[in-house]
C-alpha cells in the first residue's frame, strides 16, 4: 500500500512541496530505489515482540551511486528511541582524517515489553537534500542469534560501519560472569563494550565510550560484569572495529594533503567470537583466601617448631656443659682432698673450688669460664658522627685494611655499643621512608581504581583480565591477596630477628665469651630493615595490582631495590663491620638507583640511545663500587693508578667473586628492549649472586655450613628456580598497548582462583624469606670460632 503526502520543505523555496511516499514493507526482501530532494519515502515494519523471547532487527543499507552531491540520511523511528545515520557514512580517526563508508548495517535496539505479547511498529524514513537521483539498497532482515547463550560460542563478522553487538540475561544462580571476545586476526582494531539495556546503543567509533565498560583488543578480549551493576539482569556485549589501528600499536596513516580529503579505509572487516561463561562463585574466594592464609601460617607453625627443637637441643646442650663443669670440680675437689690428706691438713669441701698447690695459680671455677667485665653500659642516643670513637687514624686504616689476609678481628674494633646504635638508623630510617612513601601511594592507586569504575575504560589498567576476579571496587582481588605472602612472611622475619637479638643481649649481660670474643660481630639493625622492606614490598606490590601501568610500575619495584641494596649492605657488614656504609648514604645511593629506574620507565621505552647510556653509567657505577670494595676504601685516583692496575691483582680471592659480580650486571645490559623485566631482573639479580659469592668463599676458606643452613640454601635455590619460571611467563605488559597487552592474557592455573603472576608472588615472597634465613643463619657456625681466625673476603 503506497500513501502519498504533500509536504512543506522548510529548505527550499517558499511554498515548495515535497512528495512523501510511505511503503509497507516487509523482512527480508531488499529494496532498490532512488531519492531525491523533491521526494522522501517512508518504509512501515510491523514485528511481535514477546517477553520471553527477543530477537534483533537489523537495518542494511548500501548506496550504489558514486560521487555524492549529499549525503542520504536514514532515519528509523521506533517506539522508545530514534536512530539516524548518513550513507556515506564518514567516521573520524586520528589527526580528524575522514573515512567514508558506502555500505552501513545497524542493529536496532530492542527495548523491553511488560507484556507476554506486543506488536510493534517502527519506520524508516529515507530522505536526502540532493537534486539528483540517488539509488540505494535497503534491507531489514531479523537475527536470530540476538541472544547470547551461556558457554556457547558465536561467530559473526563487524567492520566499522557495520557494528554487531548482542544481548546476555544472567540465569538463575550466576551473580558473575566473563565475556570473551576472540579473532584470529591482529587488525583491524575492535573495541568491546559492555551496556545496559537502553536505548540508544552506542555503537560506533565516536561514541562507544560514552557508558558501560570498555577495552581495546587485537585477538583477546575479556570482561567481567557482576549482575549487580544491571538492574535489569542482562546487559548488551557490543563490538565496534575501529577505523584505525593506532589503539591496539598498528601503524600510522598518511596524513591527508586537504583537511576535506576522505580516505579509502579499505577492508576492515574482522571476524571474531563471543563466548559468555559464569565465573567463580563466593566458594572459589573463600578456598583462595584459606589456602594463601593456610600456605603462611604453615611457616609460622614451622619455625614455632624448629624454635622448640632448638631450644631443647639447647637446654640439653647447657645441661651437659654444667655436668662437665660439675664433674671438673668434683676431680678438682677430691685431688686437692688427697694432697691436704697427704699434708696433714683438715679435708675441704668438695665444693670448695682452690689451687693444686702452694705454688698453683690454676682455678676452674665456674666464673672463670666467662669474663669478667660489665656490660651494663648506657645507651643513650647520640648523633651518628659521635659513634667513630676509636682513635684509628688514615695510616694506621691502611696499614690494616691493605694486609693481604685480613681477619675479622682487624675490621671489628670500633665499640659494639657504638655500632649497634649506627646499624639501627636503617631501621628507623626505612620505618620512616615507608610511611611517607605508602600514604600518596596509596591514595592515588584509590584514585585510578575509582576512574576506572566510573568511566569504565578498562584500557587504564594492565590486568590478567582471563582472570581478574572483582571484590567490592577491587577489579583484581586475586593479585592483591597474593602478595600477603610478602607482610607475613617479613613480619616472621622481624620476630625471629628480635628473638636472636633478645638471646644475643642476654648472652651480653651474662658475659658469655662466645657472645663477646666470637663469630660475627652481631648487629640486628639491617636484619630490622630487611624485614620491614619486604613487608613493604607486599603493601606497595598490592597497590600497584590495585591497577598496574607505566605510570605507578616503581610502587613495585622500589623497595625490591631496597631489599638487593640492604641484602648487600648486611653481607657486606657481616666481616666488615667497621668500614660499612652509613644509613644516610647507603639510602641516598638507592634513591638514586631508584630515580634512574623510574627514567627508564618514563623515557626508556624503545628509547635504545637512553638505555645505552644508562648502561654506561651502570657499568661505570658497578666498576666504582668494586674498586671500593677491592681495596676496602683504601685507594686513590693519581698518576700512578695506571702502574697499580698493571701489576697484577694482590688479593686474588677478592678480585675473583667481583669479577663474577660484574658479569651478572653487565649481562643485565644486553636486554634493551624488555625494560620491566630489565628493571625487575637487577634487584633479583643481586639477590642469587650474592649468597652464591657468600658460600662459594666459604667453602674455600674451609669453613663448614650448619644444617639449618644448608637446607635453607638447598630450599631457597629451589623455590628461586620456579619463581623465576612463573615470572617470565608475562601475561600482561605495560610495554605494548592495552590490546597487545591482553593477547598475552591466560586463564587461572591454581585453584581456578590464581594465576601464574600470583604463583609469582607466592614463591617469590617465600624465596626471599629463605635468603634472608640465609644471611640470618649462614655463619652460625662461627660463633664459637675466635674473630682473629675469621678470614674476610
Known amino acids: 500500500m503506497y500513501w502519498f503526502l504533500p509536504l512543506a520543505c522548510g529548505t527550499g523555496a517558499v511554498g515548495e512541496t515535497k512528495n512523501v511516499v510511505q511503503k509497507d514493507a516487509e523482512f527480508d526482501v531488499t529494496y532498490n530505489d532512488t531519492v531525491t530532494s523533491e521526494n522522501q519515502t517512508i518504509y512501515a515494519f510491523n514485528h511481535t515482540v514477546s517477553r520471553n523471547k527477543t530477537e534483533g532487527v537489523h537495518v542494511s543499507v548500501d548506496v550504489l551511486s558514486q560521487g555524492l552531491e549529499s549525503p542520504i540520511l536514514f532515519v528509523v523511528r521506533q517506539k522508545q528511541a530514534v536512530l539516524s545515520f548518513q550513507v556515506p557514512l564518514i567516521l573520524r580517526g586520528l589527526y580528524q582524517r575522514k573515512y567514508p563508508y558506502n555500505h552501513v548495517g545497524r542493529t536496532l535496539c530492542q527495548p523491553p515489553t511488560r507484556a507476554a505479547s506486543e506488536t510493534q511498529y517502527f ?201 662437665e663443669i660439675l664433674n671438673l670440680s668434683r676431680s678438682a675437689g677430691a685431688l686437692n682432698e688427697r694432697d691436704r690428706v697427704s699434708a696433714g691438713k683438715t679435708p675441704a669441701s668438695p665444693y670448695e673450688y682452690g689451687s693444686f698447690g702452694e705454688s698453683s695459680t690454676v682455678s676452674l671455677s665456674p666464673k672463670s669460664l666467662f669474663v669478667g667485665r660489665s656490660r651494663q653500659e648506657s645507651l643513650s642516643s647520640v648523633e651518628e658522627d659521635d659513634y667513630d670513637t676509636l682513635d684509628d687514624i688514615n695510616s694506621d686504616k691502611n696499614i690494616v685494611r691493605t694486609k693481604k689476609f685480613l681477619c675479622v678481628s682487624d675490621l671489628a674494633r670500633k665499640d659494639k655499643r657504638v655500632l649497634s646504635k649506627k646499624y639501627q638508623i636503617y631501621f628507623w630510617n626505612i620505618a620512616t621512608i615507608a610511611v611517607f612513601y605508602a600514604l600518596p601511594v596509596i591514595q592515588l592507586v584509590i584514585t585510578y581504581q575509582t576512574v576506572v569504575n566510573v568511566t569504565g575504560n578498562q584500557d587504564i589498567c594492565y590486568y590478567n583480565f582471563l582472570c581478574a576476579h572483582p571484590l567490592g571496587a577491587l577489579s583484581a582481588f586475586n593479585n592483591i591477596l597474593s602478595n600477603l605472602g610478602y607482610v607475613m612472611l617479613g613480619l616472621l622475619f622481624l620476630l625471629i630477628v628480635l628473638k636472636r637479638d633478645i638471646v644475643h643481649n642476654r648472652a651480653l649481660v651474662r658475659n658469655d665469651l662466645n657472645a663477646l670474643e666470637c663469630g660475627i660481630p652481631k648487629h640486628f639493625g639491617l636484619f630490622y630493615a630487611m624485614g620491614t622492606a619486604l613487608m613493604m614490598e607486599g603493601l606497595l606490590s598490592a597497590c600497584y595490582h590495585v591497577c598496574p601501568n607505566y605510570t605507578n610500575f616503581q610502587f613495585d619495584t622500589s623497595f625490591m631495590y631496597m631489599i638487593a641494596g640492604l641484602c ?125 659469592i657468600c658460600f662459594s668463599v666459604q667453602l674455600r676458606s674451609g669453613e663448614r655450613i650448619q644444617c639449618l643452613a644448608l637446607v635453607c640454601i638447598l630450599f631457597t635455590a629451589v623455590v628461586w628456580g620456579f619463581a623465576l619460571y612463573f615470572f617470565f611467563q608475562g601475561l600482561s605488559t605495560w610495554q605494548k598497548t592495552p590490546a597487545e597487552s591482553r593477547e598475552h592474557n591466560r586463564d587461572c592455573i591454581l585453584l581456578s582462583f590464581f594465576d601464574d603472576h600470583d604463583i609469582w608472588h607466592f614463591l617469590s615472597s617465600i624465596a626471599m624469606f629463605g635468603s634472608f634465613l640465609v644471611l640470618l643463619t649462614m655463619d652460625d657456625d662461627l660463633d664459637t670460632v675466635q674473630r682473629d681466625k675469621i678470614y674476610v673476603f
Open 568 to 692: 648487600m649492605l648486611k653481607l657486606y657488614q657481616k666481616r666488615h663491620p667497621d668500614i660499612n656504609a652509613s644509613a644516610y648514604t647507603a639510602y641516598a645511593c638507592l634513591a638514586a638507583v631508584i630515580f634512574f629506574s623510574v627514567l627508564g620507565v618514563v623515557f626508556g621505552k624503545g628509547n635504545t640511545v637512553f638505555w645505552i647510556v644508562f648502561s654506561v653509567i651502570h657499568i661505570l657505577a658497578t666498576l666504582l663500587l668494586s674498586t671500593q670494595l677491592y681495596y676496602m676504601g683504601r685507594w686513590r685516583f693519581d698518576s700512578g693508578i695506571l702502574r697499580r692496575m698493571c701489576s697484577g691483582p694482590m688479593y686474588i680471592d677478592r678480585m675473583v667473586l667481583l669479577v663474577m659480580g660484574n658479569i651478572v650486571n653487565w649481562s643485565l645490559c644486553l636486554r634493551p628492549h624488555r625494560e620491566a623485566e630489565r628493571l625487575r631482573l637487577l634487584p633479583v639479580g643481586h639477590r642469587h649472586l650474592q649468597p652464591l
Open 123 to 323: 519506520f524508516v524514513d529515507v530522505s536526502t537534500l540532493s537534486s539528483q537521483g540517488t539509488n540505494y539498497q535497503l534491507r531489514v532482515s531479523r537475527v536470530e542469534s540476538f541472544t547470547l547463550q551461556t558457554d556457547k560460542k558465536f561467530t559473526f563478522t563487524a567492520s566499522p560501519s557495520q557494528p554487531q553487538y548482542f544481548k546476555y540475561v544472567f540465569p538463575d544462580g550466576v551473580d558473575t560472569v566473563i565475556v570473551k571476545v576472540n579473532s584470529d586476526m591482529n587488525f583491524p582494531c575492535s573495541v568491546m563494550s559492555i551496556q545496559d539495556i537502553q536505548c540508544p546503543v552506542y555503537d560506533l567509533d565516536n561514541n562507544v565510550a560514552f557508558i558501560g565498560m570498555y577495552q581495546t583488543m587485537t585477538k583477546k578480549g575479556a570482561i567481567t560484569v557482576q549482575r549487580k551493576d544491571f538492574p535489569s539482569n542482562s546487559f548488551y556485549v557490543v563490538v565496534v572495529v575501529k577505523t584505525e589501528d593506532e589503539a591496539c600499536g598498528g601503524p600510522l596513516r598518511f596524513y591527508p594533503l586537504r583537511p576535506d580529503e576522505l580516505i579509502d579505509a579499505g577492508n576492515r572487516t574482522k571476524i571474531l567470537d563471543v563466548m559468555v561463561s559464569p565465573a567463580i562463585d563466593s566458594k572459589v574466594y573463600v578456598m583462595g583466601m584459606l589456602f594463601c592464609l593456610g600456605i603462611f601460617f604453615s611457616f609460622y607453625l614451622l619455625t614455632f617448631l624448629v624454635a622448640c627443637m632448638e631450644n631443647k637441643r639447647s637446654v640439653i646442650a647447657k645441661k651437659n656443659a654444667q655436668t
